[in-house]
């Protein structure tokens, strides 16, 4: 065999990188496996050229890098945080916000469409009935997904009260201004199903 410089015998270009060098390395030494002379050639080589690395680098030439010198100092760099985890929302609201299917949706959706249909064509003597039957329906769909009974009972009693003071604020505004084909009650109860369904649907 005609003599080669180290490294045209792991078969990479003097500029090569040092990762390229140990790919070439290690890919030779498996072809070798085997063969001590081959595999005492191939380590040869790679002492060689990690010595001419080192002259150069005293020579000022390059810079060796330190896992080359100090391979007992390498540390793996800690994973990088993705962009996608710093750009979720915060923890508090995770907590509340909910991601859901159509079937948690429509679900709450079909009942409360009754429950409204029902306060409006009744008018107000099964108003209380229809109200209490709204709050069972949005603690059941609530305490349904994480089977936590306290919140799901607290957050339906502020959809309860938010949506019956707005929805009567509204109301007398707009009795006011024009008349409705139903009472403030009627109105305030349909709001408030609309908000209990909000929150059975997109909370947790």
């Known amino acids: 065999m005609r003599d080669q410089n180290p490294y045209e015998k792991l078969g990479v270009s003097e500029d090569a990188s040092f990762d390229e060098i140990q790919d070439a390395r290690n890919r030779l030494m498996e072809q070798c496996s085997g ?17 001419d690395r080192l002259r150069m680098r005293q020579e000022g030439k390059i810079k ?29 609201l995770q907590n509340f916000l ?5 079937t ?15 306060s409006i064509f009744t ?14 329906v949005s603690v059941f769909f609530l305490n349904r997904k994480e089977g936590r009974f306290g919140r799901s009972v607290l957050l339906t009693l502020v959809g309860l009260i938010v949506g019956l003071i707005t929805g009567g604020l509204i109301a007398a505004w707009l ?7 139903i009472s403030g009650n009627q ?18």
């Open 123 to 136: 008018g107000d003597q099964l108003l209380q009935l229809v109200l209490v039957v709204g709050i069972g």
């Open 35 to 51: 063969d001590a002379k081959s595999v005492e050639t191939v380590e040869a080589a790679y002492d060689a050229i990690l010595m």
């Open 187 to 204: 109105f305030s109860t349909v709001l408030t199903f609309v908000l209990l369904w909000l929150i059975s649907s997109f909370l947790r």
């Open 104 to 118: 948690d949706i429509l679900l709450p959706g079909a009942w409360y469409v009754g429950l409204s249909t029902i």
């Open 64 to 92: 060796v890098p330190e896992r080359i010198r100090f391979p007992e100092l390498r540390i793996q760099s800690p994973p990088k945080e993705s962009s996608t985890s710093r750009e979720q929302s915060p923890a508090w």
């Open 175 to 181: 009795l006011s201004q024009v008349p409705l084909m």
């Open 98 to 102: 909910d991601q859901p299917t159509m």
